[in-house]
C-alpha cells in the first residue's frame, strides 16, 4: 500500500494537504525516559553491590561459628581423684566439687603420650580442653555415679583457642610467644586430627547455650529468648493499641486543632532517637514502678513505646487508602461508623497495617541503644524462664561478643548476626504470608 | 366483604386521583459546606410509588439535595443543612431520629458502582443481616435471591454467587448496588447518576428495573439525560445554581415548563 502512496503525484497531492509533523520534543523526552531508567538501574545496583557484600562479610566470617571443635577419647573416671576416700553415699556434695577438669587432662594426656610428671606439658595439654568439661563430667557423673572408676569415650568441647587454630584462623607466621596457641599444642592438634579425636560437629551450643566467658561455650539463647519474649510483649501491646488509636484518630475523632497537634507528636515521636526511650524507660518502669532491671518485660514495654509512633503512621495510612466509596456504600445502607470500620474499611485496611507493624517489629528486634539503658546488657548464663528474669537481647549479644578480644568470639559476633537476620527474614516472610491470605479475598 | 355503594366507591376513587400522599416532605432546605452555600431554601416533595427525577446543569445541588435525604451529607466534613425534611411524618433531621434506621428506610445508589469487595451473596446479605432481617440461612437466601431477581441480575449471577462481587462488568455491579439497596426494604430509594458509568445496554435494563420498583418502592433519581428523565420519571424538579427553578408532571415538563430556564435547559441552550 505505501508503494503506491510514493508514486509521484500522490506524493505530491499529500505533501500538499499533510499537515506539517510539529517537533512536540518526543527525542527529548524519549532520551529523559531512557536517562531515567539507566539511573534507575544504577541505584538498584548500588544496592544490590552493597547487600552483597554485607552479606558476604558477615556469613563468610560467621558461618564457621556454626561448628564447633570436639574432642572424642576415653575417659578414665578415675575414683582416685574423683572420690578418692569413697565418700559419696554419705556426702553427695562429694561428687559436685571433684576436681573433673584433671580427669579430663589426663586421658587427653594419656592419649598424646605426657608423661604424668611433666608439668608444663599437662599445663599445655590443659590449655587445650575447654572449661565446660567440669560441668559436663559433673552432669555425667552425678547422673550415673556408677560410672566412677570405669573408661568411657566422651565428647568434648576444645578450647576455643584450639577450636580457632583448628579452623586455620590463627595466623601460624606470628612468633609463638605471641600466639595463644603453642606449636607443640599444634603438633599434638595435628596428631588427634589424624586419629580422629579431634573434629568438628555441627554447635548446637550456639543456639542452647547462655552467656559464658569461654567463647566455645557461650551461645545466644539467652538473647534469642529475651528477644523472643520482647517481640511478643510488643505485638500484644503495640499492635492493638497503635490500631485502635488509629481507627479513633483517622475514623471517629473530630478534626480540629486538638487533633491536628497529636497527629503532628505522633509524628515527632516516631523521630524520637531510640535512646530518649530507654531513658524514658528506665525512669518509668525500673525507677518509677519499680520493675525489675534487665528484665525483657521493661525492654518489651520500652520496645512497645518506640514501635507505637510507627504502627499508627502505617495504619493510619493504610485506612486512608480506603476508597471512601466502600465507607459510602456501608453507611448508605444502614451500618453503623463501627460496623462499617470493622467489616470492611479494617479488612481492607489490613494487609498495610500488617506491613506497618512488621517493620515496626523488625526495628524493634533491631534495636540496641534504649536496651543498654535499661541494664539489658549484662552477663546472663541461664535461660530467662518468665520476662521478669534478667535476659539479654540478639543485637545487645551481638554488641557484647564485638567487644570482646578472642578470635573466636570474632566469629561468633557474625554467627550471631546470621541469627538475627534469619529472624528477621523469617518475620518478613511470615509478613508477606499474612498479606496474601489478607489479600486473596479480592 | 361489605358492599360499597356505588357512590362510595367514586368517591373513593376520586379521593385516589386528588389526594396526592408524599413520602418525603422537604421545606426550606438550605445546604451550606463551611461558608459556601449549595442550596437554597428548596420545597421539594417526593411523591409514593412515583419516581421522582432530579435535573439541572452540573454543580446546581442535585447530588447535594438527594444526600440531604438520607443525611449522608452527615459524612461530609463541614457541611450543614438547615430547614425541615419528612419522612411520612418524622423529622429526620430530629435530634431524636437514628441516622442508621433512616438509612435502613431510605436507601442509596450511587454514580460509580461500590460494590463491597465481597461475593456476590454476601453484596446482597450484608444490609438484611446487619439489621437482623433474616433469622435463618434459608430466609437471607431468599431475601438474596428476591433482591437480586428485583435488580434484573439473578439469572446472569446465580451460579457464581460466591465469586467477588467487583469481578462483574460496570453495569452489573451497578445492578449488583441496586439489589444490595433493595434488599434492605427501604421505603425510598436514592440514586445518584446511577447510569452515568453504563453502557446503553446496560442503562435499558437498569431503568427498566427503575420502572418495576417503583411498584414497591418511592424512587428519587439524579440524571444528566433528559430522556431518561422523560423515560423513567412521572415527576420532574429542575435545579438552577442551588435554586429549585420548578418541578412537575414530567410530561408538563418537557413539553410545557412552565419557567424560562427549564426551557432554556431542555433545549440544550445552556448547562
Ligand atoms: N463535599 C463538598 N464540599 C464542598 N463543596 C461541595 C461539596 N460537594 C458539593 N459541593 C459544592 O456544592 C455545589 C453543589 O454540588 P453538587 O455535587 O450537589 O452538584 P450536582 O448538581 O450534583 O452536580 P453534578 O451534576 O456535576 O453532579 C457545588 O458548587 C459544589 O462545588
Ligand atoms: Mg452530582
Request: neutral net charge.
Amino acid at each position: 500500500m505505501s508503494q503506491v502512496s510514493t508514486s509521484p503525484t500522490t506524493a505530491a497531492l499529500g505533501a500538499a494537504s499533510k499537515p506539517e509533523r510539529r517537533d512536540i520534543g518526543l527525542r527529548g523526552r524519549y532520551a529523559a525516559e531512557r536517562r531515567f531508567r539507566l539511573y534507575g538501574m544504577a541505584a538498584i545496583a548500588f544496592g544490590l553491590i552493597f547487600l552483597f557484600l554485607l552479606l558476604f562479610s558477615v556469613v563468610s566470617k560467621g558461618y564457621t561459628a556454626f561448628q564447633q571443635s570436639m574432642i572424642t577419647i576415653p575417659v578414665e573416671f578415675s575414683e582416685q581423684i574423683i572420690d578418692k576416700d569413697n565418700e559419696r553415699a554419705t556426702n553427695p556434695q562429694k561428687l559436685v566439687s571433684a576436681n573433673y577438669p584433671v580427669v579430663a587432662r589426663n586421658a587427653l594426656a594419656k592419649v598424646l603420650g605426657v608423661g604424668e610428671d611433666d608439668r608444663a606439658g599437662l599445663r599445655a595439654v590443659n590449655g587445650m580442653i575447654s572449661d565446660s568439661v567440669r560441668t559436663q563430667l559433673r552432669d555425667l557423673v552425678t547422673a550415673n555415679p556408677s560410672i566412677i572408676g570405669t573408661t568411657q569415650t566422651v565428647t568434648f568441647l576444645a578450647h576455643g583457642d584450639l577450636d580457632s587454630a583448628f579452623k586455620g584462623q590463627i595466623d601460624l607466621a606470628v612468633p609463638e610467644n605471641n600466639r595463644k596457641i603453642s606449636d607443640k599444642q599444634i603438633g599434638w592438634m595435628n596428631q588427634l586430627a589424624e586419629s580422629g579425636a579431634l573434629s568438628k560437629h555441627f554447635n548446637t551450643g550456639i543456639f542452647l547455650n547462655g552467656a559464658s566467658s569461654r567463647p566455645e561455650a557461650a551461645g545466644v539463647a539467652v538473647a534469642a529468648v529475651g528477644s523472643l519474649y520482647m517481640m511478643l510483649i510488643v505485638l500484644v501491646l503495640a499492635l492493638p493499641i497503635g490500631v485502635a488509636a488509629s481507627i479513633y484518630l483517622e475514623e471517629f475523632a473530630p478534626k480540629n486543632r486538638f487533633t491536628d497537634l497529636i497527629e503532628v507528636n505522633i509524628n515527632n515521636l516516631a523521630a524520637v532517637p531510640s535512646i530518649v526511650y530507654g531513658l524514658l524507660g528506665l525512669a518509668v518502669f525500673v525507677n518509677f514502678a519499680g520493675f525489675p532491671r534487665s528484665a525483657s518485660l521493661v525492654g518489651g514495654l520500652v520496645l512497645t513505646l518506640m514501635t507505637l509512633p510507627t504502627i499508627i503512621i502505617a495504619t493510619r495510612s493504610a485506612l486512608k487508602a480506603v476508597p471512601p466509596s466502600i465507607r459510602s456504600a456501608a453507611l448508605g445502607l444502614g451500618a453503623s461508623k463501627m460496623q462499617t470500620v470493622f467489616h470492611h474499611v479494617l479488612p481492607l485496611a489490613m494487609p498495610g497495617i500488617l506491613t506497618g507493624t512488621i517493620i515496626g517489629l523488625a526495628h524493634a528486634l533491631g534495636e540496641t541503644a534504649p536496651l543498654l539503658l535499661i541494664g539489658m546488657v549484662a552477663f546472663v548464663a541461664d535461660i530467662p524462664s518468665t520476662p521478669l528474669e534478667p535476659a539479654t537481647a540478639l543485637p545487645v549479644q551481638i554488641y557484647m561478643w564485638a567487644n570482646e578480644a578472642e578470635r573466636a568470639f570474632v566469629e561468633r559476633t557474625s554467627g550471631a548476626i546470621i541469627l538475627l537476620l534469619v529472624f528477621l527474614i523469617l518475620m518478613n516472610v511470615g509478613a508477606i504470608l499474612l498479606r496474601r491470605r489478607f489479600e486473596r479475598r479480592w | 366483604m361489605n358492599m360499597m355503594s356505588e357512590a362510595a366507591v367514586e368517591k373513593a376513587l376520586d379521593k385516589k386521583m386528588n389526594d396526592i400522599s408524599y413520602k418525603m416532605i422537604g421545606k426550606d432546605v438550605s445546604v451550606y459546606y463551611g461558608d459556601k452555600r449549595a442550596l437554597y431554601d428548596v420545597n421539594l416533595n417526593v411523591r409514593q410509588n412515583t419516581v421522582t427525577a432530579l435535573i439541572g446543569p452540573s454543580g446546581c445541588g442535585k447530588s447535594t439535595f438527594l444526600r440531604t435525604l438520607n443525611r449522608m451529607n452527615d459524612t461530609i466534613e463541614g457541611c450543614r443543612v438547615t430547614g425541615r425534611i419528612t419522612l411520612d411524618t418524622d423529622d429526620i433531621y430530629d435530634p431524636n431520629i437514628d441516622v442508621v434506621e433512616l438509612r435502613a428506610r431510605v436507601g442509596m445508589v450511587f454514580q460509580k458502582p461500590n460494590p463491597f469487595p465481597k461475593s456476590i451473596y454476601e453484596n446482597v446479605a450484608y444490609g438484611p443481616r446487619i439489621h437482623g432481617l433474616a433469622k435463618a440461612k434459608a430466609d437471607m437466601d431468599a431475601i438474596v435471591e428476591s433482591s437480586l431477581q428485583k435488580a434484573g441480575l439473578w439469572n446472569e449471577v446465580k451460579d457464581r454467587l460466591l465469586e467477588g462481587g467487583t469481578g462483574l462488568s460496570g453495569g452489573q455491579q451497578q445492578r449488583l448496588c441496586i439489589a444490595r439497596a433493595v434488599a434492605v426494604s427501604p421505603e425510598v430509594i436514592l440514586m445518584d447518576e446511577p447510569c452515568s458509568a453504563l453502557d446503553p445496554i446496560a442503562t435499558a435494563k437498569v431503568e427498566e428495573l427503575i420502572h418495576e420498583l417503583r411498584a414497591n418502592f418511592t424512587i428519587v433519581i439524579v440524571t444528566h439525560s433528559m430522556q431518561q428523565a422523560a423515560r423513567v420519571s412521572q415527576r420532574t424538579a429542575m435545579f438552577h445554581l442551588g435554586n429549585l427553578v420548578e418541578e412537575n408532571d414530567t410530561d408538563k415538563m418537557f413539553t410545557n415548563p412552565d419557567d424560562q430556564r427549564t426551557q432554556d435547559y431542555i433545549m440544550g441552550r445552556f448547562g
